[in-house]
């Protein structure tokens, strides 16, 4: 079982930055696609951001194109989301997730390993 655990997340004002983490002992985390999701109260699981296992692909939502980037350390088994100018509708619990396939897929439904999420709240 791959556990993965986030970090990073809490309260800012619009405009502030932000950076995640979500780190694993498992050592599988080299060769797992890794991605990020949000929720927010009421609504659906969304993507947010995926990275392949080499970092050579990055996928974003139009929502937070520009604003958010992805990356990784193998080194480390450490996947980042770097969150620039946070607007209050980026409010959400933020999910890590991992993926054995090596499609970065924008789906839930493809990544089998999930985090206990990160609560960002942007203030307006």
């Known amino acids: 079982q791959v556990q993965l655990v986030e970090s990073g997340g809490g309260l800012v004002q619009a405009g502030g930055s932000l950076r995640l983490s979500c780190t694993t002992s498992d050592r599988s985390f080299v060769t797992n696609t890794m991605g990020w999701f949000r929720q927010a109260p009421g609504k659906e699981r969304e993507f947010v951001s995926s990275?392949?296992?080499?970092?050579?692909?990055?996928y974003y939502a139009d929502s937070v194109k520009g604003r958010f980037t992805i990356s990784r350390d193998n080194i480390k088994n450490t996947v980042y989301l770097q969150m620039n100018s946070l607007k209050p509708e980026d409010t959400a619990a933020y999910y890590c997730?991992?993926?054995?396939?090596?499609?970065?897929?924008?789906?839930?439904?493809?990544?089998?390993?999930w985090g206990q999420g990160t609560q960002v709240t942007v203030s307006s």
């Open positions: 997730a991992a993926s054995p396939s090596s499609v970065i897929s924008p789906y839930p439904r493809n990544y089998e390993y």
């Open positions: 990275i392949a296992w080499s970092a050579d692909r990055t």
